[in-house]
């Protein structure tokens, strides 16, 4: 698509204008704080079903409610927290899916014990630099990672949202070729820092 400064872009920036601004400033830029990367896993699991656009309306209210998604915090949360959670009507109101932040939270808890940091587990994870953007919504690296979340007990971690997550957190560079962002992208993640190497 053509943005309003005349520029090429991927094409999902034409269904919601604020897509736009999400896509120019961090769509794919490689992120290495853990916060940030279970945020991004959160709300990518409370999409499953859902658009984006609606996630992205909401992420304020999500990070309101979730502690700006301390998971020190949330591993924390109680039954309490959750009726709480269940009556904001900022968010996505789903018991599922509310719960299984918090249970992923105690598990990034027990990954940053053995691991040091989530991201250095995460971005173990990363394909190789060379690999073209593609149109499909896995990948043998979303598939594998996907895995080894689900059997240290992640939940709402299914191929597809983890690829997601791993296009949104600059694990890859899916902006097409003709998009005016790739090559920004593309400077930005050989510059990055892989965390555990």
């Not at 859902?50 to 992420?59: H, N, V």
Request: hydrophobic share 40%; net charge positive.
């Amino acid at each position: 698509m053509t943005g309003p400064d005349g520029k090429l872009r991927c094409r999902w920036c034409s269904a919601a204008p604020e897509f736009i601004e999400y896509h120019d400033r961090e769509w794919g830029l490689p992120v290495s704080d853990d916060r940030r990367l279970f945020e991004k896993l959160s709300l990518e699991g409370f999409q499953s079903g859902l658009s984006w656009r609606t996630i992205l309306a909401k992420r304020e209210s999500f990070r309101a409610a979730f502690h700006d998604f301390d998971f020190d915090r949330i591993a924390r949360f109680t039954a309490r927290d959750v009726a709480r959670l269940l009556a904001d009507e900022g968010i996505v109101r789903h018991r599922g899916k509310i719960e299984a932040v918090i249970n992923n939270a105690q598990r990034a808890r027990e990954l940053v014990k053995s691991e040091g940091s989530l991201a250095a587990f995460l971005w173990r994870y990363e394909p190789s630099r060379a690999a073209a953007p593609q149109s499909a919504s896995t990948s043998p690296e979303s598939i594998a990672l996907s895995k080894a979340l689900k059997k240290l007990g992640w939940k709402f971690v299914g191929p597809t949202t983890v690829y997601a997550f791993m296009q949104a957190m600059g694990l890859v560079n899916d902006h097409v070729e003709e998009c005016v962002i790739r090559t920004r992208v593309e400077k930005a993640r050989k510059a990055f820092a892989r965390p555990g190497r």
